[in-house]
């Protein structure tokens, strides 16, 4: 009997390479995505062991060598998605540069350090990486050069002049990552990009990484790499574990009335968002008034002063961030369990990239945004471009109360 024309077709689709492998990618663990042993048990180690919706995608394509942009929301796995495929591409025996991740923030680059070390520790794979990133002595950092390390992890600026000072070696770079790169693609710093990519070996694997997409962005990188994969993970605008609420109250009232919700609230770790630096002193100072320690990060103080900020309140020696969004930008701290707006965003991309940062790896969050009556006319362009549900709540006999 013959096959139905009809079947013969929908089989010819299923049987297509591109399906077949989506839908292998959909099913993979890391193991059968191609990873090493070591680095499948240095994952575990961290009680991961399936790949989040970008890592099954990206594995594959980026142990192949290929140039791709990945775009997923915040905290859905980014950073391992491509250190993980730079692991298996970096060679430990080849005592030179071989990768090279570039961020726009130092907490961030610092960040992506912190899990690169990690994950060496874990899995037992010597690669080493240096932090290159300004505010700090130049002469540290050559020094660390000079021991080749296989990883170089910074800012562009510093990693520019590193190249051009003939310090940092990029002969033999196989792979370089954009992290954010929706802001290192920007006018202020893709002259920089184009000359790090530009005094990398030709054919390098080039990697773009970022939580939102625009239109600019990606054109800009499909013409710095040709031939580029477009990598994007369908999912909620914002994740369904966050609980959104919002607080009427005077301009003037808004520090007061932030204090009285942490002292009722008694958040583990929260982080207090905020536009200005002026904002964030006023905060801080009227905290430490009344007794209550918080770690004050925002584009005013200098590298240390930030790092101690960050230490501290990763440390759990103080339990409140105040921070603006580009402070915080790509920031993944565990365990942040409320998101405070002191100040709204007036956008709902930067509500989005706010509230992200909590209810990461499945865990819950809360997210309190401190409103005068003007704002709340916020409150629907927010529910109706994210899809959230945000509850009035009042503040009264020192419980909070849904209004």
Known sequence: MGVPGAYVELFKILSSPYLRGKLCRIMKTFAEAGLPPALVAGLAKEAIVEPMAIQAEALPLLMEGKSAYLNSETGTGKTLAYLLPLFCRVN??????????????????????????????????PVRSVLLIGGTLMQRQLDKLKKKPHLAIGSPGRIRDLIHLGKLKMPVVKMIVMDEADRLLGAETLDSIRMIIQSAPRGCQLVFVSATEQKACSAEAEALAPGLVMLRTAAAPVNADIEHGYVVCEERDKPDVLRKLINVLKPSRAIVFVHRNQRAEEIAGKFAYHGLAVADLHGAYDKSERKKAMDDF???????????????RGLDIPGVTHIFNADVPTESKAYLHRVGRTARAGARGNAITLMTEDETRLVRRFETELGITMIPLILREGRIWQA
Do not use: Y
Request: proline content about 4%.
């Open 92 to 125: 430990p025996a080849q005592e030179l540069t071989q990768a090279v991740v570039i961020a726009p923030t130092h907490e961030l680059a610092i960040q992506i350090q912190r899990q690169a070390g990690l994950l060496a520790q874990n899995s037992g794979i």
């Open 314 to 328: 990763r440390a759990g020696r103080v339990s409140v961030l105040i921070a603006s969004d580009i402070a915080a």
